[in-house]
Structure formats: C-alpha cells, structure tokens
C-alpha cells in the first residue's frame, strides 16, 4: 500500500501553546484554527485545545463543523457574517462575529428593527431569538491600521462602534485589528498600526486583540487582552528566516513517504518531466511516493532537501503528480521501503518552503485528502 502519511502530533500543539503563553503572559488565547487547522485536521485538532480561551474559525461553515462535533468553547467568525441569512445561524450556533463593514452593521441594526416588533420570525430555539433576556451577542469591532483588507477607519470605526452601542442584544463589543508586517522586525509597520489602534480605542472598552503569530512573538506591545496564534500553534516560525526550534515550538505535522524505487544511472543521463536535470557521474535516483497531487509543492527547486533515514539528499528533477526523485549518491546504502521525511521535525517545513519560494503555511494548508491522516497523542 502507498504509505504516504500526515503524522499529527497533537501533544505537541500542548507543548506549542504552552511557548505562546511564556510569550503572552496572562493573555487570553484565541487559537486560530480556519482552514482545517492550517491542514491538520479542525475537528481533531481543536478537540484536542483544552487550555485556550477562544476558537476562529473564517467561516460559517468551519464554525458548524466544530459545534456539530461538539465544541463548546466560544467560536469566533474572522471574516463576520457573509449574509443576513447567516446571522441566524450566529444566534443559532451561539457564536461571536466579527464585524468589519457597514453592511454588517446595518444587517444588524435591521435585525434589532425587526425583533423590537416581531419577535416570532426566526424559526430557532426561544433562547436564541435577540430579544429573548438571555440572547446575547459579543462582536469584535474591525479597526483597519493600515492592512487595508479588512476594517473601519478611524471615523468609520467610531461610528461603528457607538450605532452597535445601541442595540439591545450586543452586549460586548471588543475592538480589534491586524498586523500586516509582524514577521519583519525591521519594518516600522507594525509599530505604526499600534499607535493607531491604540488611538482609535482610547475611550473605548471592551478587550483589544491584534496580535497574530508573529505579533506574539515580536510585537508585545500588541498582545493587550486577546492574542490570535495560529501558524505557531502548529509549531512554525511566522518569522522571515527563523524556524520553529527558534522559539522552542515543534512541529505538529510530520509528512512522510517510503522510497519505492531505486534507478542507477549514467553521467549524460536526464530525469523526469522535461527531462530537466542531467547526471554529471552514475549515481542512484530515489524514486518516492509523493508528489504535487499530495500537496508536495510543485516548485520544489533542485536541491530542496528530502530525508531518509535521517539523513537528507537533494530533489532532482521535476516534482510529478505522484512521484519525486531524489539523488542518492553511489554509496546509498539504504533499501527499498525505507521511510522518507518530506517535512517535520527533522526537515522543517520553513526550509521546505524557502526552497519552492513559498511559506509554510500553503504548505501546511496544502497537504490534499489523498494523504492518510494519522493523529498521534
Ligand atoms: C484575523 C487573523 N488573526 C489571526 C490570524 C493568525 O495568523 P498566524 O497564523 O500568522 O498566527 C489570522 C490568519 O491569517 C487572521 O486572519
């Protein structure tokens, strides 16, 4: 059988958080976990996050996911609601948004309307309708400082803020904002968007968040009562040029392969698509069960490191839809069905990243369900 596996080391997530709370002390944590957990597996993943505070997801559905699972903890949508329709299912699934646009606001303002003089129109339970004593809803109030993606400027934001004020049913409103450059220390960016949010929220309550990843390592200045980790819980570096053993993280995912075929060939001799790389003495090519249709990047350059046995040998060659090829050497005294690391604790997937001009997190995000997940406590 192709033994091509994501090896997911759930105790490690512990061990990560538990780096992000010696970095944020006192801080309460919003563990990011949109996009399948990075890839490794939302539902697992998130069961598995006992010591944190909050989840986001980016979208309805990754919310309904968890909650169907059986996830109690408190969820909170990134990217808001994407429809009226969607507010419902906010109430319904008891779950914080984020709100970063004035077609929001106004959605909201409609749906206070509409339960000040109906109150029997949204088919969900008593509990969940806005003007029942106990519904309650917690926003998290977008502030643009500078991403210029998401968020309200400055007027925007205090508009914003004081109209959701008024409604009945939001009963807390947590400013926050988001870091655009926090992985480079030397751009002055991330100090800048700190300056601003601070300004904006000056006469504010409600708890401030701001940092992602990097922000929670680099930035402490942005950590204020709610941190967003998400990339480092899974034991990668946000950081331009550092991995995750630079700050004590290890690495969650672990993508390994076995070798399956073993070719001598010719100095002269060409290998693979596009016959791309040419053999200057005989060697041994390592033919290996992975390939892009795994989520193995397919720019992977020469020389992108592979290890098999502990030791790492260079690509060759194009990346194939199923396939890789690596140069063993002559003396390669490895065999047939030996495991193959492409990423994990050995080989980081920073390095992986670096060398297919990307970053680890499409990396992460990018492993595809033809790969068998196995989750390790
Ligand atoms: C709003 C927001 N906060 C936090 C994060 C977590 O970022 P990172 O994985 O770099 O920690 C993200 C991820 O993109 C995000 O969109």
């Known amino acids: 059988m192709r033994s091509t596996r994501a090896i997911i080391n759930l105790n490690a997530i512990e061990h990560n958080i538990s780096i992000v709370k010696q970095l944020a002390p006192g801080c309460k944590i919003m563990a990011v976990v949109k996009a399948d957990a990075y890839g490794h597996g ?3 993943v998130t069961s598995h996050l006992s010591q944190i505070d909050a989840i986001a997801v980016a979208c309805m559905d990754e919310a ?5 699972a059986g996830i109690t903890q408190p969820i909170i949508l990134l990217e808001g609601f994407f429809s009226d329709d969607e507010l419902a299912q906010i109430i319904e699934y008891n779950l914080q948004t984020v709100v970063h646009h004035e077609a929001q606001v106004i959605a909201l303002e409609k749906l206070a309307q509409k339960y000040a003089t109906d109150t029997t129109r949204l088919d969900i339970n008593e509990v969940a309708k806005p ?4 519904f309650q809803l917690i926003v998290w109030l977008k502030f643009d400082s500078g991403m210029h993606r998401l968020g309200f400027d400055d007027a925007g934001f205090i508009d914003a803020y004081q109209r959701l004020q008024g409604l009945g049913f939001i009963s807390t409103i947590n400013p926050m904002s988001h870091l655009a450059c926090a992985d480079d220390i030397q751009n002055p ?7 601003l949010f601070n ?13 992602n990843s990097a922000g929670v390592i680099a930035w402490p200045e942005s950590h204020y009562q709610w941190i ?9 570096s946000p950081m331009i040029g550092l991995t995750g053993s630079d700050h004590q993280l290890i690495p969650v995912m672990m993508l390994a392969s076995q070798l399956f075929a073993i070719k001598s060939i010719k100095p002269g001799d060409q290998v693979g698509y596009g016959s791309a790389w040419t053999a200057t003495r005989e060697t041994l090519i390592g033919v290996i069960a992975i390939g892009y249709g795994d989520g193995y990047p397919r720019h992977a350059k ?3 490191p592979v290890s098999i046995n502990g ?7 194009k990346v194939s839809m199923d396939m890789i090829t690596v140069d063993l050497g002559e003396d390669f005294s490895g065999k047939i069905g030996d495991e193959v690391v492409l990423w994990g604790d050995e080989l980081p997937v920073e390095t992986i990243a670096q060398h297919a001009d990307t970053i680890p997190y499409t990396l992460l995000c990018g492993v595809t369900s033809r790969v068998k997940f196995v989750w390790n406590n």
């Open 42 to 44: 939302i539902v697992q």
């Open 64 to 68: 309904i996911t968890l909650r169907n």
């Open 131 to 134: 003007n029942h004593p106990q």
């Open 189 to 195: 960016m991330s100090q800048r968007q700190i300056q």
């Open 199 to 211: 300004q904006v929220t000056t006469n504010i309550t409600g708890e401030r968040s701001m940092a």
């Open 228 to 236: 967003r980790p998400g990339i480092i819980l899974y034991g990668c």
């Open 302 to 304: 020469e020389g992108t």
């Open 311 to 317: 030791k790492t040998y260079p690509l060759v060659g």
